[in-house]
């Protein structure tokens, strides 16, 4: 059964300061790794897609590289901003189901 | 991007009553979609797989008659939770699939409280 581990749990930064979240999984035969945003009470946005075959991808500050060899992905955002401040979720695929980690809660302080 | 409705955004039952929770795909059709539970402060919890036109197929441990779940058309899945209780209450989220790149896109969710 595959598992996914997001470290840390949560995360306060100054306003500028650059974000490193971090997604480990114990199975490395995945079709494709996501990460989404969560705000409280809402639902997921999604962030960026990294197809297995893909090192990384890059959206605007946001940049995740997949190691899959390794079992890890890291989502990097530059330059923080109070508005990155929500829960960032790490979800791999195989067997055609998502496996979510608990997340990681980033709170960006002005 | 695709996008995916949940209704309704918030609901409050009685124990002991049943109440429905409605997925739909708006600009695009898709065969399959899932249902997930979310805790507080826990991550999303798969309940279920929807496949239009056949029988769900429920994780273990997911009482299968007590949330039911049709798929009945390739836009439209629903989850009906029978004879609610108060620990039902819980945010559930669903997705809807692109078959292409089997991507997920996520619906808003949907509060239930059960008194």
């Known amino acids: 059964k595959q598992e996914v581990t997001q470290i840390p749990a949560a995360l306060s930064v100054p306003e500028g300061e650059n974000l490193v979240l971090n997604c480990s999984f114990t199975d490395s035969a995945i079709y494709n790794l996501q990460w989404f945003r969560q705000d409280p009470g809402k639902g997921l946005t999604s962030l960026l897609l990294i197809q297995s075959s893909q090192r990384e991808q890059t959206s605007g500050r946001l940049n995740a590289s997949l190691d899959k060899s390794s079992g890890r992905s890291t989502l990097y955002i530059a330059a923080s901003q109070p508005g990155d401040s929500a829960t960032y979720l790490c979800a791999v695929i195989n067997d055609y189901k998502l496996s979510f980690g608990a997340g990681t809660t980033v709170t960006v302080r002005a | 991007g695709a996008v995916v409705s949940q209704h309704p955004s918030r609901v409050i039952c009685k124990s002991g009553t049943s109440v429905k929770i409605e997925c739909r795909s708006l600009d695009f059709q898709a065969t399959t979609m899932f249902w997930y539970r979310q805790f507080p402060k826990k991550s999303l919890m798969l309940m279920a797989t929807s496949n239009e036109g056949s029988k769900a197929t429920y994780e273990q441990g997911v009482e299968k008659d007590k949330f039911l779940i049709n798929h009945a058309s390739l836009t439209l899945s629903t989850l009906t939770v029978t004879s609610a209780h108060p620990e039902d209450s819980s945010f559930y989220i669903c997705?809807?699939?692109?078959?292409?790149?089997?991507?997920?896109?996520f619906g808003p969710g949907t509060r239930l409280t059960v008194t």
């Open positions: 997705s809807a699939r692109d078959e292409g790149t089997y991507e997920q896109y």
